[in-house]
């Protein structure tokens, strides 16, 4: 069964960090390009930060950029999202999909989704 | 870089057919075909309805259909079911230099 299965939400406080994990399997997770995607409660999607196959590439939405690094490992069919400097705008609940059928086309396959709370 | 713009709500009986337009801008909607449409119930993941503006993924009912005109990408859903009733949101690869992907401020299609 293709799947994505997300980790390591949680309670943070303002400027802390976090750590998400996306664990892939049923598919070859190194042939696609990973994306992050967010939701704030009650609200719409955003669309956060995506990783070339290889890691090569990398590109983040402005508000995010400098804060927070995707990156994944291949050997691990694992995607990751190291959050630093965390603020209350940040709180939603994150999910990693796959990119279809190319780079910042659609989105096939989603997470469950994990939620981050930044609150003091 | 704004959101692409689509109605708050629309709504329609069983059997019926609906509409949710998705409006964006020459960077984005209009420049590209690669628009696309996604379900979400509440508490859920949302789920690949449409790509590439017209094109559905293995599994989607052919009730569902996706076209554009200019800056303007389009969903219609044909023979409404109660099923149907969830948040529907567009994206669209952008050219901005803020971001790759924007999204829709979704759209709650209500059943009646």
């Known amino acids: 069964e293709v799947q994505l299965v997300e980790s390591g939400g949680g309670l943070v406080q303002p400027g802390g960090s976090l750590r998400l994990s996306c664990a892939a399997s049923?598919?070859?997770?190194?042939?696609?390009?990973m994306s992050w995607v967010r939701q704030a409660p009650g609200k719409g999607l955003e669309w956060v930060a995506n990783?070339?196959?290889?890691?090569?590439?990398?590109y983040y939405v402005d508000s995010v950029k400098g804060r927070f690094t995707i990156s994944r490992d291949n050997a691990k069919n694992s995607l990751y999202l190291q959050m630093n400097s965390l603020r209350a705008e940040d709180t939603a609940v994150y999910y990693c999909?796959?990119?279809?059928?190319?780079?910042?086309?659609?989105?096939?396959?989603w997470g469950q989704g994990t939620m981050v709370t930044v609150s003091s | 870089q704004s959101a692409l713009t689509q109605p708050a709500s629309v709504s329609g009986s069983p059997g019926q057919s609906i509409t949710i337009s998705c409006t964006g801008t020459?960077?984005?909607?209009?420049?590209?075909?690669?628009v696309s449409w996604y379900q979400q119930h509440p508490g859920k993941a949302p789920k690949l309805m449409i790509y590439?503006?017209?094109n559905r993924p293995s599994g989607v009912s052919n009730r569902f259909s996706g076209s554009k005109s200019g800056n303007t990408a389009s969903l219609t859903i044909s023979g409404l079911q109660a099923e149907d009733e969830a948040d529907y949101y567009c994206?669209?690869?952008?050219?901005?230099?803020?971001?790759?992907?924007?999204f829709g401020g979704g759209t709650k299609l209500t059943v009646l």
């Open positions: 999909a796959r990119d279809f059928p190319a780079w910042a086309d659609a989105f096939d396959i």
């Open positions: 049923g598919f070859t997770f190194s042939s696609y390009w």
């Open positions: 990783i070339k196959q290889d890691g090569s590439e990398k």
């Open positions: 020459s960077s984005d909607v209009g420049g590209y075909n690669y």
């Open positions: 590439d503006v017209s």
């Open positions: 994206s669209s690869y952008t050219s901005s230099s803020t971001l790759e992907v924007v």
